[in-house]
């Protein structure tokens, strides 16, 4: 972990009241959200509300086999003002269950283990990416992006990788490492091969410049290699789809990058 648990809560409600600012100041709750064009605000701000009851549910359950659902849980409201409050509330819900639970609490989580555990202080770290990223989008939606705040866009790129595509499941193309270098002076390089995929942060300012040719020199040629460089608040954008890679600076294979944005594990 890089941020300590109380700093994530503080910054999941920081994000929160974020994201409920730029649903209060929405011309209408109908208005269609660039980011998740299946969606309308309405739609984002329900998805918000009831993801973090539910997982106030989860943390609060402990350990458990499954997922928890938030019980007797009222709908979102279509009227603003009571919608405001309702995702106020689910986001007391969460931080509730969070404190009282405490860091080291085991519960259920769908990412595998390899570098994430199942634990609320992961939970709380994968809340705030979350929270993060759909301020953004409800942000965009109203024409008011505001970049990610640092720390928390620092720790979005290296809870990604860890989180959200860390797997001991086999990379089923031609091994490869994707470099990502944050211009705060974080870099990391995620590992792609027969045994699955794994992060690994890059010592000092920048990590590893690739060659003239676009190849990592520290890498067996063999390895297909892509990096990226950008804000740390770009490089998650980029890697939850929000930003296309292709606007950040990069070097190397392109294909290796398509490639993990279509990769699923589980198939």
Request: glycine share 6%; aromatic share 8%; charged share 20%.
């Amino acid at each position: 972990m890089t941020l300590e648990f109380p700093v994530l809560l503080r910054l999941i409600d920081e994000r929160s009241a974020a994201f409920r600012a730029a649903v209060a100041s929405a011309p209408g709750l109908d208005v269609q959200v660039p980011t998740c064009p299946e969606w309308t605000l309405f739609d984002l701000a329900q998805h918000i509300g009831e993801g973090r009851r539910d997982w106030a549910a989860t943390v609060a359950a402990g350990p458990a086999p499954a997922k928890s659902a938030a019980e007797a849980a009222p709908a979102a409201p279509r009227e603003r003002e009571a919608l405001l409050a309702w995702l106020a509330e689910s986001t007391d819900q969460l931080l509730d269950a969070l404190r009282k639970a405490g860091p080291d609490r085991g519960c259920w989580a769908w990412w595998e283990t390899l570098q994430s555990p199942h634990t609320a202080a992961a939970v709380a770290r994968h809340q705030l990416q979350q929270m993060a990223v759909h301020t953004y989008d409800a942000q965009i939606t109203v024409g008011a992006p505001q970049p990610l705040p640092d720390e928390v866009a620092l720790d979005g790129v290296e809870e990604f990788l860890s989180t959200c595509v860390a797997t001991t499941s086999a990379w089923p193309h031609q091994p490869a490492a994707i470099d990502f270098h944050a211009a705060e002076g974080r870099s990391w390089r995620l590992s792609l091969s027969a045994d699955g995929a794994r992060s690994t942060r890059l010592p000092g300012p920048g990590g590893t410049p690739a060659t003239a040719a676009g190849q990592a020199p520290d890498l067996d040629p063999a390895v297909a290699f892509f990096s990226v460089e950008g804000t740390a608040g770009e490089l998650v954008l980029s890697l939850y789809d929000r930003i296309p890679v292709d606007s950040l600076k990069t070097e190397g294979d392109r294909r290796v990058f398509e490639q993990l944005s279509a990769w699923d594990p589980e198939e």
